[in-house]
């Protein structure tokens, strides 16, 4: 018997959001441009590369590894989707591990790295959060999308599904 084709509908529900973190005790990095988060990721070899007062020191750049959906979405908005700048940076290391990456930013000021909103909440005190585009990562600038990181999140059924399963009905409600 063929399965009818499906037509998904999107259902939005949620806000998520990538945050740009440093140690702690990072005394300089607070607020980067579009531009600039570009820079770090890719060509700049020292912090004083990005902007001429931040020290000559070089950058160690922590990111979610190839296969992660924040590595993915991070690419698409930061780099229009071209992964190579990225990975050509020095000073790269990609983990699947969240841990691995608060870990390695934690424990030395002139790292830098990226994953969920979510995790860098649950790590505040030990990682700093920067502002992109002069907008701090908070819940309010997420859930209004005026954080430039932020973004929509979905789940997918299919009208025939959602008739024949009431369950699937019920968990999208």
């Known amino acids: 018997k063929l399965t009818p084709p499906r037509k998904p509908i999107e259902f939005r529900v949620g806000t998520d959001a990538l945050a740009v973190v440093v140690s702690s005790s990072n005394t300089f990095a607070k607020n980067l441009s579009l531009a ?3 820079k770090v990721f890719s060509t700049a070899e ?3 590369d990005v902007r001429a007062e931040w020290p000559r020191k070089p950058i ?3 990111s979610p590894g190839t296969d992660s959906g924040t ?3 991070f690419v698409e ?3 229009k989707k071209d992964k190579k700048p990225l990975l050509s ?3 790269l290391q990609l983990s699947e591990d969240d841990n691995v ?3 390695g930013i934690i424990t030395d000021e002139y790292a830098i790295g990226y994953f969920g909103f979510a995790y860098a909440y649950e790590n505040k005190g030990k990682l700093k959060p920067l502002a992109i585009e002069g907008v701090e990562p908070n819940q309010a600038s997420v859930d209004s999308g005026t954080y430039s990181l932020a973004r929509p999140l979905f789940l997918y059924s299919d009208a025939g599904i959602i008739q024949s399963k009431p369950q ?3 968990f999208l409600t």
């Open 36 to 38: 600039e988060l570009a």
């Open 46 to 48: 020292y912090w004083s």
């Open 60 to 62: 160690k750049r922590f």
């Open 71 to 73: 590595f993915e979405y």
């Open 77 to 79: 908005h930061v780099f």
């Open 89 to 91: 940076a020095k000073n």
């Open 101 to 103: 990456l608060v870990q």
């Open 168 to 170: 699937v009905a019920a």
